[in-house]
């Protein structure tokens, strides 16, 4: 168990949808990064959050925004869902940006009909 | 832009066998950190080993090491007396240790591992 929980663990939607992935990072921890998994693109980073303040950008879709709150959970919202959006999320969290080390979350299955 | 390579989609080893994954990258950079990371079926993201690129001696952890050549941009895991356990996906990552860089990872296609008692 790395200490970063993600929900819901599966989440089946349809086309045309908006859903939301909730990420709670480790405590202490101050950053989190959104990650997608597919078939096709493999492992790509989406988006950095630290504390609280967007830090980095990486292949992220117009149709898709984060935000990390206060208490520092963040969330990942997808819109106007196509089916090539279903993936794996993943959520990994830091102590800080940089160098430290990344835990991941358990992912969430997201399935676009 | 930094790119990661693993050649090897799949790969089979005996129980108690060693293996070894290959992993190439490319970068312009001169400090970096390596990983292999580890997914087994229940899809969660291990860490298994980490180099700080500016080490000349290989990393080590247990029965997973690697062989770091960083002239050759080559970082490739060995695992010794493959257990039923260390059946996964495996995963080769990079990431900028550069002042100021963003921090995340930059992904291989990963190898998948199978391991036969």
């Known amino acids: 168990d790395s200490g970063v929980t993600q929900t819901p663990k599966h989440l089946i939607t349809a086309t045309g949808q908006r859903v939301t992935l909730r990420c709670s990072p480790r405590?202490?921890?101050?950053?989190v990064y959104w990650y997608q998994q597919s078939l096709d693109q493999g492992l790509q980073f989406l988006i950095q959050?630290?504390?609280?303040?967007?830090?980095a950008k990486g292949n992220i879709l117009e149709r898709f925004s984060a935000q990390q709150f206060p208490d520092l959970h963040s969330e990942l919202n997808l819109s106007s869902l196509e089916l090539g959006d279903s993936a794996l999320y993943f959520c990994?969290?830091?102590?800080?940006?940089?160098?430290?080390?990344?835990?991941f979350g358990p992912g969430t299955r997201l399935t676009v009909l | 832009a930094q790119t990661v390579t693993q050649s090897q989609p799949e790969m089979s080893v005996q129980e108690a066998e060693t293996v070894t994954l290959s992993c190439t990258y490319d970068?312009?950079?001169?400090?970096?950190?390596l990983f292999w990371y580890k997914q087994p079926p229940s899809r969660q993201m291990i860490l298994v080993i980490r180099?700080?690129?500016?080490?000349?001696q290989n990393a080590t952890e247990n029965r997973f090491s690697v062989n770091f050549q960083k002239a050759a941009k080559s970082f490739s895991l060995k695992i010794s007396d493959s257990q039923l356990g260390d059946a996964a996906m495996y995963f080769c990552?990079?990431?900028?240790?550069?002042?100021?860089?963003?921090?995340?990872?930059?992904f291989g296609k990963g190898t998948k591992l199978s391991v036969k008692p």
């Open positions: 990994a969290s830091s102590v800080a940006g940089g160098l430290n080390e990344q835990f």
């Open positions: 405590s202490g921890d101050l950053s």
């Open positions: 959050y630290y504390n609280g303040e967007e830090r």
């Open positions: 970068t312009s950079e001169s400090d970096y950190y």
């Open positions: 180099q700080e690129a500016y080490k000349q």
């Open positions: 990552a990079y990431r900028s240790a550069k002042l100021g860089s963003q921090g995340n990872l930059i």
